[in-house]
């Protein structure tokens, strides 16, 4: 089992989105049986190129999350575009199992 987790940056504070993130990687352990470096936090993948943009994160983001078996939705994944198109390729694409935090 290999869960990637998805949620909002853009637009929230770097503590705001920090913590969502801690948080949700935290719950995700507690309530699966995966081990913690089996958990895809995309803040701790650096973007394709070395290039700091949205898309060379996202390129980079949906790399790794092809390798997942899941995906865990933060809650406020529907206000984020880029989660908006990990939950698709997830779901559509990959045909990885949801897990709704």
């Not at 949205?54 to 999350?65: A, T, V």
């Not at 995906?71 to 984020?80: G, P």
Request: proline share 2%.
């Amino acid at each position: 089992m290999k869960i990637y987790i998805s949620g909002k940056i853009s637009g929230l504070d770097k503590d705001e989105y920090e913590f969502r993130f801690k948080m949700a990687r935290q719950r995700v352990f507690q309530e699966t049986d995966c081990f913690l470096e089996d958990i895809i936090n995309p803040l701790e993948i650096k973007p394709f190129l070395g290039i700091k943009c949205w898309l060379c994160y996202m390129i980079k983001d949906i790399y790794y999350l092809r390798k997942c078996t899941h995906i865990a939705m933060q809650k406020n994944w529907i206000d984020s575009r880029g989660s908006v198109m990990e939950f698709f390729f997830a779901k559509f694409i990959f045909k990885l199992k949801v897990i709704y935090l």
